[in-house]
């Protein structure tokens, strides 16, 4: 009789197949963490991220950064020309500064001509005094990261038709173009989840009147509707409300893509056995929704928020452009780009169409990011 | 077939009678109406009001009938083609309207044409040449494409041509040609300069419409069918064109209904900056002026010429695909 040999080691389950740390902490790791693992890998989203970063911290601190506040006027620097910041003056080094300009009113075209004045240096100043402003509406502080030198004028970007500092003007429209997509995106997710919520978890006669009404509301061409509706909000609103009116009007028809996937994703989830259990236990619709659905498809829902952001900034951009959106003294980079409507002075002064530049980037960077977003949001597969 | 056709133009009755409410009610929405907004002007200029010839103003556009009614006389006169009246060129809006919806139209139409005959030998080669550089090339081309909004491409274009030819690419037709009746040299002037408008709006729906088609693709060129075809010898050519991009060419045609909303919205604002004679920059001084009878139907032509051609597009797919046909509804 042989007896059945037992093994006095202890067992090991991974003694044929030895996890190494990395394996075991990426199978240990969460839901979330396994997205984040995925979206470092997406090297397109991550170089997105950190742009999308360093603009947002711009625009944070754009009243310390530029030079000048949003409505300084130089009335005698009307449409100058951007200045190019050199180092070297004739092979000499001189540290950062300008060449002031030499002023010529071309009397053929009354074309105001502006030349760089070599012998006329300005150096530049840094962490220096100059306009006065209220920090955050906190504090009153007149520090400046860059300034012109004293006397002297510092236009990157050249300036606009009132002799106002295109740079500081783009810097200071980044505030208001940048948060009206994220306020934007929050209220349409908000309606998204409730309306797409009700819809998927109710089903039936609700969700069949919600399904069309979404229909009715794609089928608007986007932009018609927006201008629409934005003219009909009264001249006598303050601008601050119009800015509410306006980014409570894009968020209005953008909600249907994100109520629809809610409601697709509800449909499916609302059959699996949690949900009955929940329902079993008596939880309410408003909880089960909230508590036990919703969070296992929240990847998804962020990731296709963040891809119509884009969306929401240009439209406000257009707005703007069209004079159907903000009104000074709110400034947008569509308000700033509203100056380059007339093709005539753009062709005359084309740096006044350097607000172009910042949106393409910025809606790129949403592109790829929400991208890499959607692409991380399933990490499972 | 019949049947589905019938079908889908049935339920296009209540979806346009919505979207007819909707319009209403933004007609509707600015405080007052055209005429207080006459009576302050006037007032303001210093001349006296007639309240009779108000009052008859008021009755003869239907302004004292209470809100139900002016809606219905509004909508049906819209049905036999009378669309109200415009208060700011003291016209009835089909005579204001003219050409502009017509041009509007052609420019729609050939920006799909131009948008697919673009996308499709791209997404092809794209999906076919995964990877590649021309692969990355076109992806990266297709991305500014996508993320450059039309409006601002086509003020950019507008300053090249202006700099670098010194002409004005506004406009969609020889000046002499305005206000002239059809014929055979106006129509090849409007499409002398058609190709512009057509470029802009085309880009972004065009470099959508690629990375679409290029994923689409994708996922059908990994199925075991492709496999099963390419182990049994079939050349790569003939087997893409055989069987994925069979299958691919109905998501194609059912993208016209996300196509067509942006390339209307496209049209409007590109209009504008290019200054052509469609229903987009009138559309903006209505709006302006408040002129809300006229943005109005303006607004509800865009809404129907959408409707219109996503229904189109869905009577296509149920001819190209049976499934469709068979259970009566697109699957998406």
């Not at chain 1, 810097?171 to 997710?189: M, N, P, R, W």
């Not at chain 1, 960077?365 to 990490?379: E, S, V």
């Amino acid at each position: 009789m042989s007896t059945h040999y037992v093994s006095e080691a202890p067992f090991d389950p991974h003694s044929v197949e030895q996890l190494t740390p990395e394996q075991e902490k990426l199978y240990l790791a969460s839901q979330w963490q396994l997205m984040w693992l995925k979206l470092k890998q997406h090297r397109l989203a991550v170089a997105s991220s950190v742009v999308l970063i360093i603009i947002y911290l711009l625009a944070l601190f754009c009243e310390f950064l530029s030079p000048y506040n949003l409505h300084t006027r130089n009335t005698d620097y009307i449409y100058a020309p951007p200045q190019r910041v050199h180092v070297f003056h004739e092979g000499e080094f001189v540290g950062p500064f300008v060449y002031g300009y030499s002023y010529q009113l071309n009397m053929e075209n009354l074309k105001r001509e502006y030349a760089p004045d070599t012998r006329n240096i300005q150096k530049l100043r840094f962490f220096c005094r100059s306009d006065g402003y209220k920090f955050w509406g906190l504090f009153e502080t007149d520090v400046h990261f860059v300034c012109p030198a004293a006397g002297g004028y510092l236009f990157l970007f050249g300036t606009d038709r009132l002799g106002r500092d295109m740079y500081s003007r783009i810097l200071h429209g980044a505030k208001i173009s940048l948060t009206i997509g994220l306020v934007g995106i929050a209220l349409s997710f908000i309606l998204g989840i409730v309306i797409g919520g009700i819809a998927g978890y109710y089903g039936g006669v609700v969700d069949n009147g919600i399904q069309r009404l979404i229909e009715i509301l794609r089928s608007f061409p986007e932009l018609p509707l927006w201008m629409a509706l934005s003219a009909t909000l009264p001249v006598t609103w303050s601008p601050i409300l119009v800015f509410f009116g306006i980014t409570l009007i894009l968020a209005l028809l953008d909600w249907t893509g994100l109520a629809r996937a809610v409601r697709s994703k509800l449909l499916s989830l609302r059959e699996e056995d949690y949900c009955t259990a929940a329902q079993l236990m008596g939880a309410r619709p408003g909880r089960i929704i909230g508590r036990h659905l919703l969070p296992g498809f929240m990847s998804h829902l962020i990731a296709s928020a963040s891809l119509s952001i884009p969306g929401m900034i240009l439209g406000e951009t257009a707005l703007s452009f069209l004079g159907l959106g903000l009104r000074p003294p709110i400034t947008s980079w569509g308000v700033l780009l509203n100056e380059a409507q007339n093709i005539n002075v753009v062709a005359l002064y084309p740096w006044l169409m350097l607000p172009v530049v910042p949106v393409i980037i910025v809606i790129l960077a949403f592109n790829f990011l929400g991208d890499g977003l959607r692409d991380a949001a399933d990490p499972y597969k | 077939m019949i049947g589905y056709i019938l079908k889908r133009l049935f339920f296009m009755i209540p979806t346009l009678f919505v979207i007819s409410i909707l319009v209403f009610v933004i007609i509707q929405l600015p405080p007052g109406d055209y005429l207080e907004t006459y009576i302050a002007e006037l007032q303001s200029q210093g001349e006296s009001v007639d309240p009779d010839r108000i009052r008859f103003l008021r009755a003869e556009y239907g302004l004292d009938k209470p809100i139900y009614e002016q809606y219905f006389v509004w909508a049906s006169g819209m049905l036999v083609g009378d669309y109200g009246y415009s208060f700011e060129y003291g016209l009835p809006v089909n005579e204001v309207i003219g050409d502009r919806l017509f041009l509007t139209i052609i420019i729609s139409v050939v920006t799909i044409i131009f948008t697919w005959a673009i996308a499709f030998p791209i997404g092809i080669y794209s999906a076919t040449h995964q990877y590649s550089w021309g692969d990355y090339g076109l992806s990266f081309i297709g991305f500014i494409g996508l993320a450059t909004p039309n409006f601002l491409l086509a003020l950019v274009m507008l300053y090249l041509a202006n700099v670098y030819f010194g002409t004005s690419i506004g406009g969609l037709m020889d000046p002499e040609y305005i206000d002239q009746p059809w014929g055979i040299d106006k129509l090849i002037s409007v499409l002398e300069h058609l190709w512009i408008p057509v470029v802009v709006i085309g880009t972004s729906g065009t470099a959508g419409m690629i990375r679409r088609l290029r994923a689409n693709l994708l996922d059908e060129l990994q199925k075991q069918y492709v496999v099963t075809a390419r182990a049994k010898g079939m050349q790569e050519k003939k087997l893409v064109r055989k069987y994925p991009l069979r299958i691919a060419m109905n998501f194609f045609i059912a993208d016209i209904g996300s196509l067509l909303p942006s390339v209307i919205s496209g049209a409007e604002i590109t209009a504008i900056v290019l200054s052509l004679p469609t229903t987009g920059p009138m559309m903006l001084n209505a709006l302006q002026s408040q002129d809300m009878y006229l943005a109005g139907s303006f607004l509800m032509f865009l809404a129907m010429l959408t409707v219109i051609g996503v229904m189109l597009s869905d009577i296509l797919l149920a001819m190209l695909d049976p499934r469709i046909r068979l259970q009566g509804g697109a699957t998406k």
